[in-house]
């Protein structure tokens, strides 16, 4: 990438240096080299697989030879025993680190998910209480408004059984008034017949 930024271009008065690409120049330069040949396969890197530190070597490069001097070997084989152990202790001190912050993770996700119920519990409980406050209230009005029309009721029928007991009491009156009236008119006209009759006896005796 440097070789092609620094390459120069050679000109009439000479070598001049080439304007330095940016990334956006590199990638035009990527995807046009990529779709002048379509048919072409693409190459896509694939990830490396993990090395498993256990595994025992498939071939023992450390082999003595027998032109080897006695024990002339034996720091270069202690030297790659050593790094060998040393990549392999590397390996799982990074798979122990991951599982250490993957148990870390999920207890932390279990502490906030429990935090949130909590919280969403105390809230749904308040809702539910403010909610049965409202129907307290709304059945207590409801409660006030019939007792207040029954009240009302009663109180109109009571004014209504008092009014059918004066207009009785009335009535009665105006009938015995009127009884009354129908009576001493019939006496009178009794008395005045019975004088009449005494007037007629005592002419006939003359």
């Given at each position: 990438?440097?070789?092609?930024?620094?390459?120069?271009?050679?000109?009439?008065?000479?070598?001049?240096?080439?304007?330095?690409?940016?990334?956006?120049?590199?990638?035009?330069?990527?995807?046009?080299?990529?779709?002048?040949?379509?048919?072409?396969?693409?190459?896509?890197?694939?990830?490396?697989?993990e090395k498993d530190p256990?595994?025992?070597?498939?071939?023992?490069?450390?082999?003595?030879?027998?032109?080897?001097?006695?024990?002339?070997?034996?720091?270069?084989?202690?030297?790659?025993?050593?790094?060998?152990?040393?990549?392999?202790?590397?390996?799982?001190?990074?798979?122990?680190?991951?599982?250490?912050?993957?148990?870390?993770?999920?207890?932390?996700?279990?502490?906030?998910?429990?935090?949130?119920?909590?919280?969403?519990?105390?809230?749904?409980?308040?809702?539910?209480?403010?909610?049965?406050?409202?129907?307290?209230?709304?059945?207590?009005?409801?409660?006030?408004?019939?007792?207040?029309?029954?009240?009302?009721?009663?109180?109109?029928?009571?004014?209504?059984?008092?009014?059918?007991?004066?207009?009785?009491?009335?009535?009665?009156?105006?009938?015995?008034?009127?009884?009354?009236?129908?009576?001493?008119?019939?006496?009178?006209?009794?008395?005045?017949?019975?004088?009449?009759?005494?007037?007629?006896?005592?002419?006939?005796?003359?």
């Open positions: 990438m440097s070789s092609e930024n620094s390459v120069p271009e050679k000109s009439e008065e000479g070598f001049k240096p080439r304007a330095k690409m940016t990334l956006h120049d590199l990638q035009r330069r990527k995807i046009q080299k990529l779709m002048s040949d379509p048919n072409k396969p693409v190459f896509i890197p694939t990830k490396n697989s256990n595994k025992a070597p498939d071939f023992v490069y450390n082999v003595m030879g027998s032109s080897a001097g006695a024990g002339s070997g034996e720091f270069h084989v202690y030297r790659q025993i050593r790094r060998k152990e040393m990549a392999r202790q590397k390996i799982l001190e990074g798979r122990r680190r991951a599982d250490v912050l993957n148990a870390e993770f999920v207890n932390k996700m279990e502490e906030t998910k429990k935090a949130e119920e909590n919280k969403t519990s105390k809230k749904r409980a308040k809702r539910q209480r403010r909610k049965e406050k409202m129907k307290a209230k709304k059945a207590k009005g409801l409660l006030k408004s019939k007792t207040q029309d029954g009240d009302s009721s009663s109180i109109s029928s009571s004014e209504e059984e008092e009014e059918g007991e004066t207009l009785h009491s009335s009535n009665e009156e105006r009938l015995l008034s009127s009884e009354k009236d129908t009576k001493e008119p019939a006496l009178e006209s009794s008395d005045t017949q019975n004088c009449n009759a005494s007037q007629k006896v005592s002419e006939n005796r003359k």
